[in-house]
């Protein structure tokens, strides 16, 4: 069975400061990846994901993670962040050719200071 | 067009006592999962229905749980008798077909449900 591990629960940060939250999955077959974020008081929102190809995946506001198949992570980054980061995130994974339910990890709150 | 939807946002009960929530996904969407966040924990998989068959229920944590979707449209996960430990946010998500290619999976708002 696969597993998701973030070893933050909390990353408190100042406005304009670069922030990454990691990731790391267990999983003896491939696997989908994702970031989904949590902002207070709404539902889940799909940050970004990687499928496959570039290794490399980029949101629209700002953040990116990376596929690291040798140490199975897929941290998150951002090199600025502003006070509208402030929410709970959450890294996932799902089996390829599977029914594409996901397998979380705990979640980290980033928490923007100005 | 609308996201998906749940109902209540909020409920309280007292052990022993049942709990429907309902999700209404994004029409047209096949796939409809259920997932919940115990307090302090990650989300978990509870279920998932491709139209309104029960594809997977591994996740579904004992008898006392129930789901249903009818029609293939929305579903309803009823809770019978509640226990303190069912106390959570039970998340929907919805998807498109994906039996060639993964579709993303649209989450509703939540329902928080406390057990007293």
């Known amino acids: 069975a696969q597993s998701v591990t973030q070893l933050d629960s909390q990353v408190p940060v100042f406005e304009e400061a670069p922030v990454e939250l990691r990731c790391n999955y267990s999983?003896?077959?491939?696997?989908?990846l994702f970031w989904y974020v949590q902002y207070p008081n709404q539902g889940l929102q799909l940050l970004l994901k990687?499928?496959?190809?570039?290794?490399l995946v980029e949101s629209i506001n700002g953040f990116e993670a990376e596929f690291n198949k040798s140490q199975t992570s897929f941290h998150l980054r951002k090199p600025s962040v502003h006070i509208s980061d402030t929410a709970e995130y959450f890294c996932a994974v799902s089996l390829r050719g599977s029914n594409y339910k996901l397998t979380f990890g705990k979640g980290t709150l980033l928490t923007v200071n100005p | 067009e609308a996201g998906v939807t749940q109902f209540p946002s909020h409920s309280v009960i007292e052990k022993g006592q049942t709990v429907t929530l309902r999700c209404d996904p994004i029409s047209g969407h096949d796939n409809l999962y259920w997932y919940r966040r115990v307090m302090g924990k990650e989300i978990k998989f509870l279920l998932h229905?491709?139209?309104?068959?029960?594809?997977?229920e591994s996740g579904m944590p004992n008898n006392r749980f129930l789901a249903e979707r009818t029609g293939g449209t929305y579903s309803t996960l009823k809770v019978q008798p509640a226990e303190l430990e069912d106390s959570g946010v039970y998340f929907c998500?919805?998807?498109?077909?994906?039996?060639?290619?993964?579709?993303?999976?649209?989450f509703g708002p939540g329902t928080r449900l406390t057990v007293l």
């Open positions: 229905f491709v139209k309104e068959s029960k594809q997977d």
């Open positions: 999983s003896s077959v491939s696997v989908y």
């Open positions: 998500a919805s998807s498109q077909d994906d039996r060639i290619s993964y579709n993303e999976q649209f």
């Open positions: 990687y499928l496959s190809g570039s290794t």
